[in-house]
């Protein structure tokens, strides 16, 4: 008999009642050192006392009003956004997948509002993952998410990932209206797309007028150690997805996009009800007061760097375990030699969340506020888990 919840997810025998910064505790009292954050959510860590008190005061205000009127917390949100990054204008969405449906959307206007509507295809790149709406799938393409739901959404065409010629065939192809990556792949197992490759992408584009449309939504807010992972190619984007992080655990997504990009979007072209509401806002500004903060992102890179050492020797001390350490910042895969399905259950059984990824990595995504000790606790643990799968 189906289950009351829709069963379409394989979830571990754990369940949490209530947490604080890196720590999760089951109702026994059993605490576990989180070491995925919700799926890079929870930034700030659990309970920080920051976004509790922004969240309770306005939940004593108001809470919900539509975008029918102004909302004053969605505004102050939009202007800490613009002012940190390339983006001219927002619009707020509950989740990644939302920011993908208007980041597609947009990119077509784009191309109408300029005479050429016979520009309307999205290049995406394999092994990529961009949530799970009709736009969210076609975009990433895999079989495993695309099977039994056709047809799809059409007008996505599909690179290798790491193709340069296969690239640079695509994009001159005269249908081209975007093309859309993630800077840190993440579900596709924590691949950095190369610095140098940002900047030729962002070349190709320009020569073409192609839009970049970067999806950080799991990279972003500081999760490599710059508030949005581009910042190290030193390109900017015409359109980002942010979500995940920024909501710190409530809720919330964004599309940024600058003037010319966002130029099709007027009046009536799109629309939520919750988006942007005064809950979400109260939160995510009080989340971009932490983050978007030199001295925070400072110590992010601090903390990256003790953690990446830390899993290189891990990964030193158990050859038959691990292959090697990637990603950027506090967004880290242990790419695995075992089955990663194998040292997820051995973390469990270490009181240690992880969260598996594609290609038989292991991510780890802390909160951006770890402490020191967290951080040698997690890969103590982690040892102590690599420990028990091979026979001594
Ligand atoms: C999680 C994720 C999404 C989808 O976000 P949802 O909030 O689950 O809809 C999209 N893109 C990337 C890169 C993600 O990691």
Redesign the pocket.
């Given at each position: 008999m189906i289950s009351p919840i829709l069963p379409t997810y394989n979830r571990a025998p754990l369940s949490f009642v209530s947490g604080e910064g890196s720590w999760l505790v089951e109702a026994d009292g059993r605490r576990f050192l989180d070491l995925g954050s919700g799926?890079?959510v929870n930034v700030l860590g659990h309970a920080h006392p920051a976004l509790t008190a922004a969240l309770t005061a306005q939940a004593g205000q108001l809470w919900h009003t539509s975008n029918l009127y102004h909302i004053p917390q969605q505004e102050a949100l939009a202007d800490k956004l613009v002012a940190a990054t390339f983006a001219d204008t927002c619009f707020f969405t509950?989740?990644?997948?939302?920011?993908?449906e208007l980041a597609v959307k947009m990119a077509r206007k784009y191309w109408t509002a300029k005479d050429q509507p016979e520009r309307s295809v999205i290049l995406a790149f394999t092994g990529?993952?961009?949530?799970?709406?009709s736009a969210?799938i076609a975009a990433a393409g895999s079989e495993k998410m695309t099977a039994g739901f056709g047809p799809l959404l059409p007008g996505f065409r599909h690179l290798p990932f790491g193709d340069h010629e296969a690239l640079t065939e695509a994009m001159k192809a005269p249908d081209v209206a975007a093309i859309i990556l993630?800077p840190v792949?993440?579900?596709g197992g924590i691949v950095p797309v190369p610095d140098q490759c940002l900047k030729g992408l962002r070349d190709a584009c320009d020569a073409t007028g192609t839009l970049l449309i970067l999806?950080?939504?799991?990279?972003g807010m500081g999760r490599t150690g710059k508030l949005f992972a581009h910042e190290w190619a030193g390109i900017t984007p015409d359109i980002m997805?942010v979500?995940?992080g920024i909501g710190g655990g409530f809720?919330l997504?964004a599309l940024l996009a600058t003037e010319e990009a966002a130029q099709g979007m007027t009046a009536g072209t799109h629309g939520s009800t919750y988006g942007g509401n005064p809950l979400a806002c109260a939160v995510g500004n009080a989340v971009m007061e932490i983050v978007a903060d030199d001295a925070f992102l400072a110590e992010v890179n601090r903390k990256a760097g003790l953690m990446r050492q830390a899993l290189e020797g891990l990964v030193a001390a158990h050859p038959d375990v691990f292959e090697a350490v990637r990603g950027a910042g506090l967004m880290l895969g242990l790419k695995c030699k075992v089955p990663n399905a194998d040292v997820l259950q051995a973390a469990y059984g270490q009181d240690l969340c992880v969260v598996p990824a594609a290609d038989n990595v292991l991510r780890l995504l802390p909160a951006l506020n770890i402490e020191d000790a967290d951080i040698r606790e997690a890969v103590a643990r982690l040892d102590r888990a690599a420990a028990s799968l091979v026979p001594a």
């Open positions: 799926i890079a509950n989740s990644g997948t939302e920011s993908c990529s993952f961009h949530g799970r709406s969210g993630e792949q993440g579900e999806d950080e939504v799991q990279c997805m979500a995940k809720p997504g």
